[in-house]
């Protein structure tokens, strides 16, 4: 039997989820933390990855999120102010940010393997901290790689999703379609450049090449409102989630690729991705449901999607220094690495349960925000 169309309803009145949707998120972000532990092991070295293109979750998420805004707030602005938007937006993303800052300062300071790799000037600590709990940049610290966000390097992509939140609210959302289409097509082209001449999408994470952060966001986020907009004009494709999990795992797999002559292989096929494969995942996605077994894993995998993501790298940063210490060597690194990406999986789901999901409530019913999906 066919998957059926759309998202299920909610019984309680508010908008539902896009389960596979949901699902996909928690596989991207699965498969980028697979993509960390085993990349550390091998100073990220692309012929060595595993999964060489998997940061290219990020910019799934981004157009995820472009999506999801669309379809949760599109129709509500007419009884929603910005300020109300914005509040809900923090509530749903601040919490987990506040987490990851703080596990990304006791893994800093309290790191039993750095020796003095980390030995930083304490107000250079409190300030990054203090930048941190804002998913600000801060001044690079020592032993962290140049990341724009020392302390926790995934948050570099947070701020890039309260700048597109912000420009939904006093933009994007006042935008006709076609001129919609039309800023995506030119935010399409800077995507594509900005790969074919880096050779990939791997920028904006750090203060060297922070200018390539909103070059990321700013397709994917645009495409997947567009995306929202027009769903009733697309093709109703119905793939379901395993299948397209699997796509993104044999997407993020495939070899890094040379350059042959003048054009950059690499970056031609993560523009394609980025360009052309997520925005038909998201379609296929949105159109796709399973039975009940099969929704219970996609909302599972989409609760803890965003935990996982945003406090795994504190403990990838404890790996890397074990690994530098000259322990992490032969046989015993991979038991090591996959007890980690257990450990990063169970403490996702405790955080979500603990800290994200109970905080999140107690936010809402003091600023009373005006109801919507919570999928993104």
């Keep these: 039997m066919p998957p059926q169309s759309g998202p299920r309803m909610a019984s309680d009145g508010t908008k539902a989820h896009f389960e596979v949707l949901d699902g996909l998120r928690g596989t991207a972000a699965l498969l980028v933390v697979a993509f960390h532990i085993q990349g550390i092991t091998v100073l990220f070295d692309a012929q060595r990855l595993l999964l060489p293109h998997a940061y290219l979750a990020v910019d799934f998420f981004f157009a995820l999120s472009g999506f999801v805004v669309g379809y949760a707030y599109d129709d509500r602005w007419s009884t929603?102010?910005?300020?109300?938007?914005?509040?809900?937006?923090?509530?749903?993303?601040?919490?987990?940010?506040?987490?990851?800052?703080?596990?990304?300062l006791l893994s800093y300071i309290g790191d039993p393997f750095a020796g003095n790799r980390q030995d930083a000037?304490?107000?250079?600590?409190?300030?990054?901290?203090a930048a941190a709990l804002l998913a600000l940049p801060s001044a690079p610290l020592p032993n962290r790689l140049g990341d724009s966000h020392p302390l926790n390097a995934p948050a570099w992509t947070l701020l890039q999703e309260y700048i597109g939140n912000l420009a939904y609210a006093l933009v994007l959302r006042r935008l006709k379609t076609p001129w919609l289409a039309g800023a995506t097509m030119v935010a399409g082209l800077a995507s594509v450049a900005t790969a074919m001449s880096?050779?990939?999408?791997?920028?904006?994470?750090?203060?060297?090449?922070?200018?390539?952060?909103?070059?990321?966001?700013?397709?994917?986020?645009?495409?997947?409102?567009?995306?929202?907009?027009?769903?009733?004009?697309?093709?109703?494709?119905?793939?379901?989630?395993?299948?397209?999990?699997?796509?993104?795992?044999?997407?993020?797999?495939?070899?890094?690729?040379?350059?042959?002559?003048?054009?950059?292989?690499?970056?031609?096929?993560q523009a394609f991705c980025v360009v052309i494969l997520f925005p038909a995942i998201i379609v296929a996605g949105r159109h796709s449901q399973g039975g009940p077994t099969m929704a219970h894993l996609c909302r599972t995998a989409g609760q803890i999607s965003y935990p996982l993501y945003i406090t795994h790298y504190p403990f990838v940063y404890l790996y890397m220094n074990w690994i530098a210490t000259g322990n992490g060597q032969g046989a015993v690194t991979g038991p090591f690495a996959i007890g980690l990406y257990v450990f990063t999986i169970v403490f996702a789901v405790a955080a979500y349960r603990i800290w994200d999901r109970p905080l999140r409530l107690a936010l809402r019913r003091w600023s009373n925000p005006v109801e919507g999906s919570d999928l993104s």
Excluded at 80 to 98: D, E, K, N, S
Aim: glycine share 10%.
């Design 80 to 104: 929603m102010t910005t300020r109300q938007f914005l509040t809900r937006r923090l509530i749903r993303l601040h919490p987990l940010v506040l987490l990851g800052a703080v596990l990304g």
């Design 198 to 269: 880096l050779g990939s999408y791997d920028t904006g994470w750090g203060l060297h090449n922070f200018g390539g952060a909103p070059v990321r966001l700013a397709y994917p986020f645009m495409a997947g409102l567009l995306l929202f907009r027009l769903h009733h004009r697309l093709p109703r494709w119905r793939v379901g989630f395993l299948p397209l999990s699997v796509i993104l795992l044999l997407a993020f797999a495939a070899p890094a690729m040379p350059t042959d002559g003048v054009i950059k292989l690499n970056g031609l096929y």
């Design 121 to 129: 000037p304490v107000m250079l600590i409190v300030a990054a901290f």
